[in-house]
């Protein structure tokens, strides 16, 4: 049984270009979260989402950012126009529950975004 | 928002010595977790321990939970070099909101 699947791994993107994340959680999970990390910080909750549907995303900010995660294939987390302070690494998580704190998270190895 | 709370923040301990971490956080909350985060990589989930338990275990890990003072401890025993890494906590209010973990503490452990 895969992990939660992440990538890219590393994205390079210049100042106010896209950013596409994409998070594929574990088979059987349909509950996915997005968390941003600065450097020395812990995890900082963005967005939760089940099938077709945003649960919860009072983590993300209210331009430039949005999240999906349609009926087939992975959660995408995408990020317009970004700036030097969206360079983070970028987590997804997955979990087999309905509600948020009561399981376990799964963790991808997340994505490096890195603005330029 | 309530945030779970790691001290210390860096901790340098001896191979097969115990490494204690503490957390505290604000509110009422369903259940506490803790997770490892070795450097450039995903979290891998420790242990979670429910409001109503006081401690539990897991190999080496040893996990307790004080709801009174609002606070947990996570004991590793006998540490290992590989030990080294990231700890955090992370707890959900009473409800179904998502989880906030603290700052974490960086353990390293000198073989």
Known sequence: ???????????????????????????????????RQLPEEGL????YLQKENIIDESGMPKERFSAEFPKEGPSILRIQQVVRGDSAAYFCASSPGSRAGHYEQYFGPGTRLTVT | SQQGEEDPQALSIQ?????????????SINNLQWYRQNSGRGLVHLILIRSNEREKH???????????????????????????????????EAGNTPLVFGKGTRLSVIA
């Open chain 2, 58 to 92: 897991s190999g080496r890990l040893r996990v307790t939970l004080d709801t009174s003072k609002k606070s947990s401890s996570l004991l590793i025993t006998a540490s290992r070099a590989a030990d080294t890494a990231s700890y955090f906590c992370a707890t959900d």
């Open chain 1, 44 to 47: 900082k909750f963005m967005v």
């Open chain 1, 1 to 35: 049984n895969a992990g939660v699947m992440q990538n890219p791994r590393h994205l390079v993107r210049r100042r106010g270009q896209e950013a596409r994340l994409r998070c594929s959680p574990m088979k059987g999970h349909s509950h996915v979260y997005w968390y």
């Open chain 2, 15 to 27: 191979e097969g010595e115990n490494a204690t971490m503490n957390c505290s956080y604000k509110t």
